[in-house]
T-cell receptor, first 114, second 115 residues
């Protein structure tokens, strides 16, 4: 079984500052890794995913994440945030099983302050 | 195509009543998923369909829950004899086959409140 830990439940940051949202995972098999964003009363939107290849993954809205196998981490970064980035961010893992089931972390609330 | 659609967006029901939610996936996607998200938590897997076949169910899906996808297109999730603990956001997602099935598209969810 796999699990995901998002180390910070809330991250406040000023507009135009850089941000890093931390995610660590645990799994006994190879995993695929994802970051989703959820705006209030909305579903989840896929930001980016790591399936294979380059460990630095670029996503939508200027976000990127780096897969670090030795540290079992997949931290999300953005060099300069905007007010509109205020949302809940979820890290998730999936294994190669047929169901493609996702296991989510508990989320990080990013609040961008003016 | 407008993405994954869920109906209704909100549902308030009295404890003990039955409720049914509908999900319309992206038309060319043959995989369909149901997840449940409680307040302050990440979504949790409930069940998965490939075409009309329900291939996997979570232990979270008690006997009061049933999901169908009769023609391999839309799906319904029914909860019988609702309890207050069923209050949550119910999310549907879909994906195509192959490598694209990793990281699927979610709908906006149905928020259920049991009073």
């Amino acid at each position: 079984a796999q699990s995901v830990t998002q180390l910070d439940s809330q991250v406040p940051v000023f507009e135009e500052a850089p941000v890093e949202l931390r995610c660590n995972y645990s799994s006994s098999v190879s995993v695929y890794l994802f970051w989703y964003v959820q705006y209030p009363n909305q579903g989840l939107q896929l930001l980016l995913k790591y399936l294979s290849g380059s460990t630095l993954v670029k996503g939508i809205n200027g976000f990127e994440a780096e897969f670090n196998k030795s540290q079992t981490s997949f931290h999300l970064r953005k060099p300069s945030v905007h007010i509109s980035d205020t949302a809940e961010y979820f890290c998730a893992v999936s294994t190669s099983g047929s169901a493609r089931q996702l296991t989510f972390g508990s989320g990080t609330q990013l609040t961008v302050l003016p | 195509d407008t993405g994954v659609s869920q109906d209704p967006r909100h549902k308030i029901t009295k404890r003990g009543q039955n409720v049914t939610f509908r999900c319309d996936p992206i038309s060319e996607h043959n995989r369909l998923y149901w997840y449940r998200q409680t307040l302050g938590q990440g979504p949790e897997f409930l069940t998965y369909f490939q075409n009309e076949a329900q291939l996997e169910k979570s232990r979270l899906l008690s006997d009061r829950f049933s999901a169908e996808r009769p023609k391999g297109s839309f799906s319904t999730l029914e909860i019988q004899r609702t309890e207050q603990g069923d209050s949550a956001m119910y999310l549907c997602a879909s994906s195509p086959e192959g490598f694209g099935s990793y990281g699927y598209t979610f709908g906006s969810g149905t928020r259920l409140t049991v009073v």
